[in-house]
């Protein structure tokens, strides 16, 4: 399973980014997906997830409003629109997965993920 996340930068307080993060693994069922961050010192935190079949959402509450989780399964990929972003949301975020292998023997448990880490910067 590999996660790979793209889209983050640097950009004035006030505007506007939108994260992607696209999954592949052959064999893999992807169920919730989502974002964390996590800043120097600080646990990590849930920003945003959302089921596999996109109906249920789950968002931290500063970034509710301002920030819009969405998912293609066609493609196995979410994204993360942020808006009115704010210097106090400048860190690295994380894209995560909870992975299942239906019909496989060997791996019957669920799986955790993560991508690499993309970092946004908001500046004043």
């Known amino acids: 399973v590999q996660l790979v996340e793209s889209g983050g930068g640097l950009v004035q307080a006030g505007g506007s980014l939108r994260l992607s993060c696209a999954a592949s693994?052959?064999?893999?069922?992807?169920?919730?997906m989502g974002w964390y961050r996590q800043a120097p010192g600080k646990q990590r935190e849930l920003v945003a997830s959302i089921t596999s079949g996109g109906g249920a959402t789950r968002y931290l509450g500063s970034v509710k409003g301002r920030f819009t989780i969405s998912r293609d399964n066609a493609k196995n990929t979410i994204n993360l629109r942020m808006n009115s972003l704010k210097p106090e949301d400048t860190t690295v975020y994380y894209c995560?997965?909870?992975?299942?292998?239906?019909?496989?023997?060997?791996?019957?448990?669920?799986?955790?993920?993560w991508g690499q880490g993309t970092q946004v910067t908001v500046a004043t």
């Open positions: 995560n997965t909870q992975v299942t292998f239906p019909g496989n023997s060997y791996y019957q448990g669920e799986y955790d993920y």
């Open positions: 693994g052959s064999t893999a069922r992807f169920n919730v």
